[in-house]
């Protein structure tokens, strides 16, 4: 509720102290009827404007902490998960990454960072660098691309990689998401079955023409008995 203070006293000191003790407004003595209700009607709407926006400053306190705390959640959930995940602007430098990339590349965060992804691409592999740039620029989605990347230690690690286009409030593409999951383990146990899978054919046709073999000479033995 405003307060207006009504003095006889037209004493600038006096005014200031009233103002100084909380008083919203104040009218000298001699006044009107209609320059009370004038003050006061104005009054009443600053009270209104002022309730109004503390309100809309409260709904926008709230809505920053719950944005904040949404944030917090799903950067959890990302540093929480098994798969590598890297987020890199359109010139590909890393602006952030997970604990599960420090572990599959074996660069703290601290020496990913503010480098190009290009650290980590073989040499002889640049070029893909390039095609998903331009794809991820272009709005398109990169999904489960198998390659090779480099760890810190010169290991070449089998992955599959799927990159998303990041955008801002306004919809414009800044940068992309790049999740990367570790296949050396798969790959192998395919080689490892392959090579069997070969092995078997090997010894079977091996097996099958030491039976023809056989089966001629049998033949041929049998031809001469008679």
Same mark, same amino acid.
């Given at each position: 509720?405003?307060?207006?203070?009504?003095?006889?006293? =037209?004493?600038?000191?006096?005014? &200031?102290? =009233?103002?100084?003790?909380?008083?919203?407004d104040?009218?000298?003595?001699?006044?009107?009827?209609?320059?009370?209700? %004038?003050?006061?009607?104005?009054?009443?709407?600053?009270?209104?404007?002022?309730?109004?926006?503390e309100?809309?400053?409260?709904?926008?306190?709230?809505?920053?902490?719950?944005?904040? +705390?949404?944030?917090?959640?799903?950067?959890? &959930?990302?540093?929480?998960?098994?798969?590598?995940?890297?987020?890199?602007? /359109?010139? =590909?430098?890393?602006?952030?990454?997970?604990? %599960?990339?420090?572990?599959?590349? =074996?660069? #703290?965060?601290?020496?990913? !960072?503010?480098?190009?992804?290009?650290? /980590?691409? #073989?040499?002889?592999?640049?070029?893909?660098?390039?095609? &998903? /740039?331009?794809?991820?620029? +272009?709005?398109?989605?990169?999904?489960?691309?198998?390659?090779v990347r480099?760890?810190?230690?010169?290991?070449?690690?089998?992955?599959?990689?799927?990159?998303?286009? !990041?955008?801002?409030?306004?919809?414009?593409?800044?940068?992309?998401?790049?999740?990367?999951?570790?296949?050396? %383990?798969?790959?192998?146990?395919?080689?490892?079955?392959?090579?069997?899978?070969?092995?078997?054919?090997?010894?079977?046709?091996?097996?099958?023409?030491?039976?023809?073999?056989?089966?001629?000479?049998?033949?041929?033995?049998?031809?001469?008995?008679t």
């Amino acid at each position: 509720m405003p307060v207006i203070m009504l003095t006889a006293r =037209g004493d600038e000191t006096d005014r &200031i102290v =009233g103002l100084e003790m909380g008083a919203d407004d104040y009218l000298p003595k001699p006044f009107s009827a209609r320059e009370l209700l %004038a003050c006061v009607r104005s009054q009443l709407q600053l009270a209104r404007v002022r309730r109004g926006t503390e309100r809309a400053l409260r709904d926008r306190s709230e809505q920053y902490r719950t944005l904040l +705390n949404q944030k917090a959640y799903l950067a959890a &959930i990302v540093d929480s998960a098994d798969d590598a995940i890297l987020s890199k602007d /359109l010139n =590909g430098v890393i602006q952030s990454c997970n604990a %599960a990339a420090e572990r599959l590349f =074996g660069y #703290p965060s601290s020496e990913l !960072v503010g480098q190009p992804v290009r650290m /980590l691409i #073989p040499p002889e592999r640049q070029s893909e660098e390039d095609d &998903i /740039l331009e794809r991820v620029r +272009n709005g398109k989605r990169v999904d489960h691309f198998e390659t090779v990347r480099m760890a810190k230690d010169g290991r070449r690690l089998d992955i599959s990689l799927t990159v998303s286009p !990041v955008r801002d409030d306004s919809g414009e593409i800044v940068g992309a998401s790049k999740i990367a999951r570790d296949v050396t %383990a798969l790959k192998q146990v395919e080689v490892e079955r392959i090579r069997k899978l070969q092995e078997n054919a090997t010894v079977t046709e091996t097996r099958n023409n030491a039976d023809a073999i056989v089966a001629t000479a049998l033949d041929l033995y049998a031809v001469v008995q008679t």
